[in-house]
């Protein structure tokens, strides 16, 4: 990979992490307001029933199953979207590290030929 090759490289790969924070930013919201809703219809469906401990839990559970399996997506797909944050930093990093290297050998190269020139 020559040193053009790997700036564009460095790019896209600071693209795709711009994007990943914002697909995160994107997720956090959404989990937000997903575990919002159902912390809210978990206390209106305690709230409106009444028996026994295990009728009411029963009540509550039928009454919120779908927002409660909603929260949950949305907490899953946000731990998805930072482990993507984290990928993308690992492929920015082997990126920087190839770069070093490259620099690295540029200037070896640079001092052996100012060595063979002065022998």
Known sequence: MNAAELTVAMLDAKRELDEAHEEHRRCAIAAAVADRAF???KAT???ASSGTVQQRD???EQATADLRY???LADD???SAL???RSRRQVISALQSL???QREE???ARYMDRELDSA
Do not use: F
């Open 45 to 47: 469906a305690v709230l």
């Open 106 to 108: 540029a200037h070896l």
């Open 39 to 41: 912390r809210l219809a």
């Open 77 to 79: 797909l946000l731990t």
């Open 83 to 85: 482990e993507a944050i």
């Open 70 to 72: 909603e929260a949950k």
């Open 99 to 101: 770069a070093a290297a």
């Open 58 to 60: 029963a009540h509550m």
